[in-house]
């Protein structure tokens, strides 16, 4: 038994070597994990959020982006150290600064950028991945072209600043050289011991793509400021109205 | 080598300040007053207003009683020592060493500046005449002392030159208010006769003291050149500038880079001798066609890094067209602030971080404006708009805590739109509502929490603010602007929860 036990640690060692050498060096960076990332983090290789990698995250309507802002401010929350600074760019910023606080994220430390045009932003969001100062830029903007897409991952591989694109209704769904893309939407939530009204942030989130890891699905909430896995057996069915006038 | 000064003494000073900017008022009598006491009492008068008697220290009520039409304006203080201090910079075009004498009298130590005017006759002309066509009614004395020379601008008509060695006969006729004495000790000189400088100049020294104080001899001494009377010059400000000519124009990106670096590094040099940085800077390019270029930039903060600047100019560059060639750059720091020294910064393990992020700023706020960059923090406000302010600096910090306590949607459209909403009254959410023409069944609701307007800061209806939950499970923040009453209230939509 024991030759066998060596060989599975020796695939393991070297699993991880050709990990940290696809991320070109970076790996030293990631040595803490994310924590409460929960049930995701098994989809990561290595187990383990990529950083110093551009993310895509795809949304249709104004829920949906409400939802994909929230995870994604979840998810900064945990890169970002207590001192971190953070960039967000977008042409029709909306972000609420207040609700960031609720995400484990301090306010004053995500400075935001509103340029007019497209191609501004672009760059800008280029610009600021190549600062090493930072630790997150997120980019709210329309439509990634291959080339475009290609460019802000060579300027994340050099900086080592991990990138947030939310395309945000886009035409199509193309190829982009991202390493992840997330597709966010609302999920019902469901208050405590059954009170009425709302409870907690709940979302499905999609996995679809994700360089050497395993694609998934699943249902999160956000509670005491960790990302709480739901089983599936507790997940609010939409209700059906009865109408109660007229 | 004996020192010479010369006094210039400005006799209407503010008053000819005045009229150069308001030509009307040259031939108008005027006088400038300042309330004092509960009367407007005159400070300054201009030569016409002098010439029928109104005089400083005056009441108006007094004067107008003397000359009906003069006319009367708000003596500006500030506005008398700005003057004297930008005539006195203007005079050192005469002499390194130009001192101000406030209220209105300038103080030149000319000594060893007056041949290069072909003398002491045509340099003195040359002063006053340039400063009479401005305008100012100057009148000038020279003598080896300041004393003497201040004597002779006040109490001689004329402009006085005073030979060397000819003090003492120069001073003799003269009141002793011209030795620059307080008025108590004036006062009792008057008052035991002595009118001229010459009835008590070889009375005993200790005789003098005794009775006139030692200021007495002190003046004296100062006129007669046996005391040295020390002056304190004027500093002009160096303006931050750098300048360049060059001897064939200069037609190429490359060297106009060349340029523009070695400019940078100069002006960098000496802002760092003087810890400062710049905020604003100018490049100007004069071009052999006499045509004139210019770029400008601008940091988030003060800044005397050579990369970094050059950096900022290098996205400003590509608008400059060389066309023939450039002959002369002048590259001027428009905007200096304290900026200190990188030590003090050391002892923060951020330091670095903080300087990269401030140029990543510039580099942005160069390309899409200064105007885009926003950061925020709390402010204590309920009002959903006015919970937050823009930060004026990158190192601000927040006065208070931002509060988690109450939900907050992710995003706040900037304007509330309008809904339609099908709902229970008086005080219930919407069962349905219709947002840019898409329907929403509410399933849950929370609410309402109302927000009434700050009657201090603007006028308007509370806001009844529920949090609901549609069918598909998105989160909206909507309002009811009013009660149900009188009038149909509206509602809107305002956010989006996560």
């Given at each position: 038994m024991e030759p066998l036990l060596k060989k599975e640690d020796i695939v393991k060692a070297l699993q991880k070597e050709v990990l940290s050498m696809q991320r070109g060096g970076a790996a030293t960076l990631n040595e803490q994990s994310v924590t409460g990332l929960g049930a995701i983090e098994d989809a990561f290789p290595g187990k383990e959020f990529p950083r110093a990698a551009v993310h895509e995250f795809i949304s249709y309507d104004m829920g949906a982006a409400a939802a994909t802002n929230g995870f994604m401010m979840g998810v900064a929350g945990k890169l970002m150290p207590a001192s971190g600074v953070c960039v967000w760019v977008g042409a029709k910023r909306t972000v609420y600064p207040v609700a960031l606080a609720q995400f484990g994220i301090t306010p004053d430390r995500v400075i935001f950028i509103d340029p007019p045009r497209k191609k501004d932003v672009l760059w800008t969001i280029e610009e600021a991945l190549k600062c090493d100062a930072l630790q997150l830029v997120v980019g709210e903007i329309g439509e990634l072209s291959f080339m475009e897409s290609r460019r802000l991952q060579l300027a994340v591989e050099r900086s080592s600043v991990t990138g947030f694109i939310h395309r945000r209704n886009p035409r199509t769904e193309n190829t982009v050289a991202c390493v992840s893309r997330w597709k966010i939407t609302p999920a019902m939530s469901m208050a405590d011991d059954g009170m009425p009204g709302l409870g907690m942030p709940r979302w499905h989130v999609q996995l679809q793509k994700v360089r050497n890891g395993k694609p998934g699905s699943w249902v999160l909430e956000w509670r005491n400021g960790m990302m709480c896995y739901v089983p599936k057996t507790i997940i609010a069915l939409p209700e059906i109205h009865t109408r109660k006038t007229g | 080598m004996p020192r010479r000064f010369v006094v210039i003494w400005f006799r209407f000073l503010e008053a000819d300040r005045v009229v150069r900017r308001r030509a009307e008022l040259k031939e108008v009598p005027f006088a400038m007053a300042l309330p004092q006491h509960g009367r407007m009492v005159v400070k300054s008068v201009n030569a016409v207003a002098y010439k029928h008697g109104v005089r400083a220290g005056m009441v108006v009520a007094d004067c107008r009683a003397i000359l009906p039409s003069l006319q009367v304006l708000d003596h500006d203080n500030d506005l008398v020592a700005t003057t004297l201090l930008a005539m006195g910079e203007w005079c050192i075009r005469y002499t390194p060493v130009v001192a101000a004498d406030p209220p209105d009298g300038l103080i030149l130590d000319i000594s060893g500046c007056a041949h290069l005017w072909g003398g002491e006759v045509p340099y003195l002309k040359e002063i006053l005449s340039r400063l009479r066509a401005f305008g100012y009614h100057a009148n000038a004395g020279m003598a080896d002392t300041v004393g003497a020379a201040w004597a002779m601008a006040h109490f001689v008509p004329g402009d006085v030159i005073v030979a060397t060695g000819q003090l003492t006969e120069a001073l003799m006729?003269?009141?002793?208010?011209?030795?620059?004495?307080p008025a108590d000790v004036l006062s009792k000189l008057h008052k035991l006769g002595l009118y001229e400088i010459r009835s008590f100049m070889a009375m005993p020294r200790r005789a003098l003291a005794r009775r006139f104080g030692e200021i007495l001899l002190m003046r004296l001494d100062q006129a007669l050149g046996q005391a040295i009377e020390p002056i304190c010059p004027i500093k002009p400000v160096v303006p931050h500038q750098v300048r360049k000519p060059c001897l064939d124009p200069v037609r190429t990106a490359a060297g106009l880079e060349h340029i523009l670096r070695s400019m940078l590094e100069e002006l960098c040099r000496r802002l760092a001798n003087e810890d400062a940085g710049l905020r604003n800077c100018v490049l100007t390019c004069y071009r052999v066609d006499r045509d004139v270029q210019q770029v400008k930039i601008g940091t988030s903060r003060p800044s005397r890094d050579v990369p970094h600047l050059y950096k900022l100019f290098e996205q400003e560059?590509?608008?400059?067209?060389?066309d023939l060639g450039i002959e002369l750059f002048l590259l001027e720091a428009t905007i200096v602030e304290a900026l200190s020294p990188e030590q003090e910064a050391l002892w923060s393990t951020k330091a670095n971080t903080d300087k990269e992020l401030s140029e990543l700023i510039d580099r942005v706020a160069g390309k899409?404006?200064?105007?885009?960059i926003k950061r925020y923090l709390p402010d204590e406000h309920y009002w959903p708009e006015r919970s937050v302010r823009i930060a004026g600096s990158l190192n601000e910090k927040p006065v208070t805590i931002w509060r988690k306590d109450i939900p907050r949607p992710v995003c706040l459209l900037p304007v509330p739109e309008v809904i339609d909403v099908t709902v229970p009254i008086p005080d219930y959410p919407p069962m349905l509502f219709r947002y840019k023409g898409e329907l929403h069944q509410v399933v849950k609701a929370d609410g309402p929490e109302r927000i009434e307007q700050e009657w201090w800061i603007a006028d308007g209806l509370q806001r009844d603010y529920y949090c609901v939950e549609d069918e598909q499970g998105s989160r909206f923040w909507l309002f009811r602007s009013g009660h149900y009453g009188s009038t149909e209230p509206k509602w809107f939509m305002h956010g989006f929860f996560a």
């Open positions: - | 006729p003269l009141p002793p208010d011209a030795l620059r004495l560059i590509c608008n400059i067209e060389p899409v404006g200064s105007d885009t």
